[in-house]
């Protein structure tokens, strides 16, 4: 299954994705992330401030700084887990955390410019999937003896897990929407 994640990419990736051109591809793109997710959520909206939210529904300053302190800390997990493997865990690291990016991004689209609730709750479970994928692939075991990969994708799991029950609670709370 592994061998299959791997194939499809350049040797540079396959012996480790923090190569040079690598490694500032996802610093670009971890920036890029960072900067259009903080950016695109919208709660000033009309539509935001209209629809009815759950209890435990954090300010926008702290959804932000979260989603912010997250997306560096789980970079800086993938270049750890990265320095530490040049095999296919490696490449499957680099896969998962660019899905992960991009579920991500997809969501806050949905939700702020489109105002899709339940599709941007999808984006939010495939996050999720992806999110527990990627901490298991950097397991200590898999990739050496550092745990905090472990640690930044379990945080960013466990965040997801409590955006799922928001999402899903405005959803209930807003069946029209």
Not at 70 to 87: C, D, E
Not at 112 to 123: A, D, G, H, K
């Amino acid at each position: 299954m592994e061998q299959k994640c791997i194939d499809c990419l350049p040797e540079s990736v396959k012996n480790g994705f923090l190569g040079s051109s690598y490694f500032w591809y996802y610093i670009i793109l971890t920036i890029i992330i960072i900067f259009l997710s903080v950016s695109l959520m919208d709660t000033k909206s009309e539509w935001y401030q209209s629809l009815k939210k759950p209890m435990g529904l954090p300010s926008d300053n702290v959804f932000k700084f979260v989603w912010a302190f997250l997306y560096l800390i789980i970079f800086i997990g993938v270049v750890i887990a990265g320095s530490n493997v040049k095999n296919i865990n490696s490449g499957c690291v680099a896969i998962g955390y660019t899905l992960l990016l991009l579920m991500t991004l997809l969501w806050i689209i949905s939700f702020s410019m489109y105002e899709m609730i339940f599709i941007s709750n999808l984006y939010l479970v495939i996050s999720l999937i992806f999110a527990i994928w990627v901490a298991w692939l950097v397991t200590p075991k898999r990739t050496g003896k550092n745990i905090f990969p472990v640690i930044a994708f379990g945080l960013l799991a466990l965040w997801l897990i409590y955006a799922n029950y928001l999402g899903w609670s405005i959803q209930y709370l807003n069946p029209t929407s």
